[in-house]
């Protein structure tokens, strides 16, 4: 992998599971606008390994979410 190619994965990867903190810390405290933001930010970087997982997981994020709404 060249140098530049790995600088992206890394800063791709970083980047997706900081997105999805993010979703949780807003989801927690109730800002739901902002989690969903950040959930779909999250799934939108894929130029990593560990895309399925953090797609999944801020899926699973966003279901909740709409779940909350529907109550």
Do not use: W
């Not at 997706?16 to 989801?27: F, H, Q």
């Not at 969903?36 to 939108?44: I, P």
């Not at 390994?49 to 909350?68: F, V």
């Amino acid at each position: 992998m060249f140098k530049q190619e790995r600088f992206f994965y890394v800063n791709s990867l970083a980047t997706a599971n900081s997105c999805l903190r993010l979703g949780y810390i807003y989801e927690q405290q109730n800002d739901y606008p902002k989690a969903v933001y950040y959930y779909k930010k999250c799934m939108s970087y894929t130029n990593h390994e560990y895309k399925n997982s953090l797609a999944q997981k801020a899926k699973t994020g966003l279901k909740r979410i709409e779940e909350r709404k529907v109550k």
